[in-house]
């Protein structure tokens, strides 16, 4: 019997009249008569789609629904058995209830297997063939719109000329080394990797992610692998998952061809249908938001493909695999911009080659902000690029064009963020473009503005590491327990700082939460100096600037400042005055991007901050430290690196404990005039942390470390000069983790290392003197982690053998330069 033919006897709409009757009448056949029901309801809108279809299935495909069909009429037979059968016999009514039960499971085996994964899919042909006809539509319908002229400048003609080359900006000009290579990467996850179900491709807003997407989905060996059967679906922030679900699961039966999206068919929750087989399919899920979400528009189907386009980065337990999207090259980014602004490919010889590089040097090959910034400047005068080369610089939108359409659509990232994580984005402005910001920065200035501890501030950091607002730049042990935030750095692209001075400098300048400086400038803005007769509101200041002397400076008031940064690039640097009039201040960030450190003049402003807790200091020469000048008594936390600190430690006026009675922790790295301690340190009771690191002439530790009962963190990392740990250290009854990794000339740990009753990591990769290790290590009673080389972890895993909570790691050999960039 054709198939067309069943459908057209009205089999199942009568079968569908029996068991309503059954169900009514047999108290026996009572349940599978009302599971057939629903079977059969669902499937009487799919019969008659493929009976008003006007598909010729395939042999194959035909002879499983004659099978059916059969199936079908053998139950019809049934069911009029059924409602034949008197009451009282009982024997027989058993029998035709479990035949029941039998046609019962046949037809829902049919329903949910064969006839949707594959039968149904034949539909497809037709969607296909509807698609190739609308194909030759629109390009008929475009010939004659570009015939057409209406009034004196055709304006139909010239939008379809402007689609036109928005779309070969998209695809002509992107369509360099870095879309190519993007391209080729996720092609191979897609269609090379059998075990990848879910793909993803992910970015900084406006770099391209949709338009690898796209390209992706126009590739002739990708259309050939999933036979054409691509679906591109947008999903935005605010998605109507019930339609994209219903969108999905229509396209992979069939019915979206019909037009067909109700979601009586859709299984509910995550999608997570089990079928053994089907065709390719390949569905993209563009302009993602959120987890929640994309859970809801998976399926677990083996041939089933999803490629999911998102600003973020989702857990890989998720999208199995993600490709970053990569900015442009150089070359890649004057082609796009010079398209937007002229055109053409290249710079033209009319044009100022100067400043059109400088300006696409700004944009830092994110093809948005090319094309958006370009399209700006075409046709405008040069005095009009120079002005907006300047605004650039000051990170600032050039025109009207720019704000709407770059930085206000990069901003939905931002407002997605919940406040406290957007206003740690905002706290990004505050440091100089093209410079690594060291995450102990960050967290220090979270933890005092935003009322979080460390941990909480990491995981922000994290976020929006995930969602590409900013780079962590990662050590090799970084993320570790106990490893330091100085080891991590952050990077921004420019454009995206761009965006934070942008949202940080609406309104009045003495009212902003944040008052930056976008740009290193020879002076202070002017527009603080005309507004110095109100005290500026301001939680944050952040200072840019080259030497700065006492006669730079101008007299402002801040009474609600809790973080000042001062960034400059000099030999010397008068600190500021109005640091006297911040007595709110929790934080300081002293950081010299020069060559050589800087001698800070006017260290006496330090004596009114009572409140200060945070204190970093980079490339400078401290001064001499005395009670007498620096009496920052709620100092928690102090951070010296790449200073000169051998003045600041006179012990003939030094006191630690008198000047910095709260410390807490205290940070020495790549201090190169170092070579020892001082004994006051030792006297400092409240010290929980002490990391030297890096100071390569530091060569011995003080006989009286012992003191330090409180200390909990000892780092001593790549200090090349250090030969051995005094035995006093066996006093430090609290200490809970110590790193001496790449102590090179070290050569023993000492016997009384046994008494550390509370230390639970050991860092001593990279120690090659070390041979052997003192019996006592085995007395180490809370230690639960040693990372050593190969050379020593023969005996570390002994120990390993009488201590089952033990973990020995071989570390691997790594070599990092990061610190050379600066």
Known sequence: MAFNDFFAGEIATELLKQLIAISRKSCLCKSSA????????????????IKYSGVELPALRQSQLDRFSETLRGGLELARKVLASGRWNVYKNLQLAR????LEKQVTRFVSGPLQAHLLADVHHLRFETMERFDRLEGRLEQRLSSMKIGAGGWVEEAVKRMEVEEEASLGILGGVSLDLGKSKVKNLLIGRDDLNV???????????????????RDNQVRSYFNNRILFLTVSQSPDLDQLRAKIWGFITGNEAMGYTSNHFVPPGKLQCEWGSGPRTLVVLDDVWSLSALEQLIFSIPTYKTLVVSRFKFPTSVVNEVYKVKLLREDESMSLFCHSAFGQKSIPPTADESLVKQIVSECKGLPLALKVIGASLRDQPEMYWASAKKRLLRGEPICESHENKLLERMAVSVEYLNKKVKECFLDLGSFPEDKKIPLDVLINMWVEIHDIDEEE?????????DKNLLTLVKDARAGDAYSSFYEICVTQHDVLRDLALHLSNRGDVNERKRLLMPRRDAELPRDWERNTDQPFNAQIVSVHTGEMREMDWFRMEFPKAEVLILNFSSNEYFLPPFIDDMPKLRALIVINYGTSEATLQNFSVFTNLANLRSLWLEKVSVPQLSNATVPLRNLRKLSMVFCEVSNSFDPSVLDLPQIFPRLSELVIDHCDDLIKLPLSICKVNSLQSLSITNCHRLCELPADLGMLRKLQILRLYACPELKMLHPSIGELVALKYLDISQCVNMRCLPREIGRLSSLEKIDMRECSQIESLPRSAALLKSLRRVICDDEVSGHWKNVEKAKPDLHVQVAERSYCLDWLDG
Not at 34 to 48: A, C, F, K, V, Y
Not at 199 to 217: W, Y
Not at 457 to 465: C, G, P, R, T
């Open 457 to 465: 501030a990491f995981a922000i950091l994290v976020e929006l590491s």
């Open 99 to 102: 035949k029941m039960e039998k």
């Open 199 to 217: 793909v993803g491709i992910c970015g900084i807003g406006g770099s391209g992610k949709t338009t690898l997407a796209n390209e992706i989905c």
């Open 34 to 49: 009302d599971n057939l029901i629903t079977s059969i309801q669902g499937l009487l809108p799919i019969i008659d789609e």
